[in-house]
């Protein structure tokens, strides 16, 4: 607002950032950029981390948003989707298996990017290979899980993750 710079990176030359996986290739090189990225900060003492986004992966926490709007229905549209309303409350107890898990020491506190999607890594627009992750103001403490299922959750859509035609949406 005041003519200042919000966020600056240094311009790599060559580099490309894709909205969408048109390969497995592209795909399997933002896994082999996220991969190193994860282990080079595996020794980082994650809590000394801030919270950028309270509760993000907090699935405890989203389930009980969701009961809540579920109970509210604000917009009556909880009796069109019965099967879908079903489906997550038969899976109620999953919601809490990570988290209790790393309550109980079982897995580790770790950095986390918590946004591993293909247009955060920066490729060669040569090789196709990555050059470095970016969009780094997510993160954060959190499960190397979040990252891996977040992964998998952008790139197994046909279409883009903001689509408005479900027509185009499948995994």
Not at 20 to 47: H, N
Not at 94 to 114: F, I, S, Y
Not at 128 to 148: A, E, N, S, W
Request: proline fraction near 4%; charged fraction near 30%; aromatic fraction near 8%.
């Amino acid at each position: 607002a005041e003519g200042g710079a919000w966020r600056c990176y240094p311009f790599i030359e060559g580099g490309v950032c894709l909205q969408k996986a048109e390969t497995a290739e592209q795909f399997a090189a933002a896994g082999r950029s996220f991969g190193p990225f994860l282990r080079l900060l595996e020794d980082y003492p994650a809590d000394t981390l801030y919270e950028t986004i309270d509760k993000f992966h907090d699935t405890r926490d989203r389930l009980a948003k969701f009961r809540a709007a579920l109970e509210a229905d604000a917009l009556g549209r909880a009796k069109d989707v019965p099967e879908e309303i079903r489906f997550v409350l038969d899976r109620a107890e999953d919601c809490a298996v990570l988290m209790d898990q790393l309550e109980e020491g079982k897995l580790p506190l770790r950095v986390t990017h918590n946004d591993t999607k293909l247009n955060n890594v920066l490729l060669d627009h040569k090789t196709g290979k990555g050059i470095c992750v970016i969009d780094l103001d997510t993160v954060m403490p959190g499960l190397i899980h979040y990252d891996f299922g977040d992964s998998i959750r952008y790139g197994a859509s046909t279409a883009a993750e903001d689509e408005t035609d479900l027509s185009k949406v499948s995994m």
